[in-house]
């Protein structure tokens, strides 16, 4: 498995846990419609990025729990350890496998039900990521990866979504068939790659009661920010980043608009090819001349390289998640700027 600072995880991840898959294949029936999550594992996870997170560092971990019904309950979770490639000696799956084992001796719920990254500013659309999932998902089908933002969740709201493989991904990972005729067969758009599944966060009685005793005895002094628009920063990196990956599609387009041309060129030379053989075999016969030898076009005429399409599916599904997000922050301003203009024309 690749070092947690790439981004990518997953695949020695679902490897140590194919002994766990099958003791959780009972459980483990039909696809979940719904993601609950204990806040000790929200508090888990912000607390992870808070310690090791740096910047635009990833953190990412395994998330354990059970299914109920159509339900997945995450009920606990460990990080990765950040380790750099001079670490030669530690053995991830090793670690994993130490860790579930140390969870079972203390009765806490040690099977894998997915894994989570951080992400900022809603960068999380890659192949490593597709590649991660495929991997869980193949092995334990109800596993999910929870997307963490700690970026738009410093700007008030909690930003943690449940994303999985859609069935049609999942075929097409498996054939392992990603050229456009088979992205196409297989009906592939950005919109059906990943589906989002609701998440509920869940908190038990004495836990309610503690926060609720908590907020009774805090002296922080209430600060009323509801028609605050400092959001500029945020939305000025989303449209940065949007236009990047625009760039990126304009030139993943120009690559496809070459080879179409370049195929369309060499069908005509094959036609041609084909035509001046028929005519010579014409003239041939009317000498009466043996004709020549039939010949395999498709060994003269190799159809070019097509470029790969699951690349550009994603950066078309990136494009598509920060469209979704500058939607989401220029409508809370939109509905600020109504606000404070009502209420300035009622106090004036």
Request: with cysteine; net charge neutral; hydrophobic share 30%.
């Given at each position: 498995m690749a070092s947690r600072r790439d981004g990518g995880t997953g695949a020695a991840g679902a490897t140590a846990t194919a002994t766990a898959a099958a003791a959780a294949a009972a459980a483990l029936g039909s696809p979940v419609k719904q993601v609950q999550i204990d806040g000790l594992v929200v508090l888990k996870i912000i607390k992870h990025f808070q310690e090791e997170g740096q910047g635009n560092e990833v953190v990412q971990g395994v998330l354990l729990g059970l299914v109920v019904d159509d339900r997945l309950e995450i009920t606990n979770c460990f990080p990765f350890p950040q380790h750099t490639e001079e670490d030669a000696d530690f053995d991830e799956v090793q670690y994993q496998m130490?860790?579930?084992?140390?969870?079972?001796?203390?009765?806490?719920?040690?099977?894998?039900?997915?894994?989570?990254?951080?992400?900022?500013?809603?960068?999380?659309?890659?192949?490593?990521?597709?590649?991660?999932?495929?991997?869980?998902?193949?092995?334990?089908?109800?596993?999910?990866?929870?997307?963490?933002?700690?970026?738009k969740t410093s700007q008030g709201s909690l930003s943690l979504k449940a994303y999985r493989l859609t069935p049609k991904l999942m075929e097409v990972c498996k054939e392992k068939d990603f050229t456009p005729e088979g992205i196409k067969k297989a009906l592939i758009t950005s919109e059906n790659m990943f589906e989002e599944v609701p998440i509920i966060i869940k908190n038990s009685h004495l836990v309610n009661v503690l926060l609720w005793e908590l907020e009774e005895k805090s002296n922080v002094a209430e600060k009323q920010e509801l028609l605050n628009l400092a959001s500029g920063n945020h939305l000025e990196k989303n449209l940065q980043l949007?236009?990047?990956?625009?760039?990126?599609?304009?030139?993943?387009?120009?690559?496809?608009?070459?080879?179409?041309?370049?195929?369309?060129?060499?069908?005509?030379?094959?036609?041609?090819?084909?035509?001046?053989?028929?005519?010579?075999?014409?003239?041939?016969?009317?000498?009466?001349?043996?004709?020549?030898?039939e010949e395999d076009p498709t060994k003269l005429f190799k159809p070019p390289q097509p470029p790969p399409r699951l690349e550009t599916l994603l950066v078309a599904g990136q494009i598509n998640t920060y469209c979704q997000q500058i939607k989401e922050f220029t409508s809370q301003s939109m509905g600020k700027l109504f606000m404070a203009e009502a209420l300035q024309g009622h106090n004036s």
């Open positions: 130490e860790m579930m084992r140390s969870l079972r001796h203390v009765n806490i719920d040690h099977l894998h039900v997915g894994w989570y990254q951080s992400t900022c500013y809603g960068s999380f659309v890659s192949r490593a990521l597709l590649d991660s999932q495929f991997s869980y998902q193949h092995a334990i089908e109800e596993s999910v990866v929870l997307i963490y933002d700690p970026i949007l236009m990047d990956r625009v760039d990126e599609m304009s030139q993943d387009i120009i690559k496809y608009n070459t080879y179409m041309r370049n195929v369309t060129k060499q069908q005509q030379q094959k036609q041609q090819y084909l035509h001046r053989r028929q005519l010579e075999n014409t003239q041939r016969q009317s000498r009466g001349e043996a004709p020549l030898p």
